[in-house]
T-cell receptor, first 114, second 111 residues
């Protein structure tokens, strides 16, 4: 499968714990995006990378959130001291070079904070 | 007011019907317009992509963009039960900027 992959698919954690999610984009895609989706809402942008550089962060990305993309390949999203409000689907998308903005999404990581 | 407005439905239609899904937006800087389909507990799947105004057709799907009215539409002809999903509109200002999504419209096609 050459699509975007995410791991884990589901994560249940207790409030206050740290969690880390991984995204593997489509190979050769140099842009990678993280979004968060809550029930009944569309995805909301969190942050994006071009190669290894983090180019933009949303105001939604509090200081408890950090994202990395070492070597411009896979990316990780870490949430420290999780809160119940962090419960959501975390989606990763990637796109290749070129003018058009076709972003391809992974299956998402569903986070439940108890 | 949100940048992108989309009626969440739910919308229920009989099999074979023509479905019309719509979004309005407020930011005139949006130039790239997309429709995604999302099945329950899955990631969004890109269906249609349009740059600026105009129409685009792909099989049973037609996307329309009217920038003067800030209004985009997705038409599904000969709808099938397998089309039952949530349809998300999305748009962006440029080729690199993040997508701004509507809430999604939940569609059920009844056999």
């Amino acid at each position: 499968d050459t699509g975007v992959s995410q791991d884990p698919r589901h994560k249940i954690t207790k409030r206050g714990q740290n969690v880390t999610f991984r995204c593997d984009p489509i190979s050769e895609h140099n842009r990678l995006y993280w979004y968060r989706q809550t029930l009944g809402q569309g995805p909301e942008f969190l942050t994006y990378f071009q190669n290894e550089a983090q180019l933009e962060k949303s105001r939604l990305l509090s200081d408890r959130f950090s994202a990395e993309r070492p070597k411009g390949s896979f990316s990780t999203l870490e949430i420290q001291r999780t809160e119940q409000g962090d419960s959501a689907m975390y989606l990763c998308a990637s796109r290749g070079q070129g003018a058009i903005n076709e972003q391809f999404f992974g299956p998402g990581t569903r986070l439940t904070v108890l | 007011q949100k940048e992108v407005e989309q009626d969440p439905g739910p919308l229920s239609v009989p099999e074979g019907a023509i479905v019309s899904l719509n979004c309005t937006y407020s930011n005139s800087a949006f130039q790239y317009f997309m429709w995604y389909r999302q099945y329950s507990r899955k990631g969004p799947e890109l269906l249609m992509y349009t740059y600026s105004s105009g129409n685009k057709e792909d099989g049973r799907f037609t996307a329309q963009v009217d920038k003067s009215s800030k209004y985009i539409s997705l038409f599904i002809r000969d709808s099938q039960p397998s089309d039952s999903a949530t349809y998300l509109c999305a748009m962006s200002r440029s080729g690199n900027t993040p997508l701004v999504f509507g809430k999604g419209t939940r569609l059920s096609v009844i056999a």
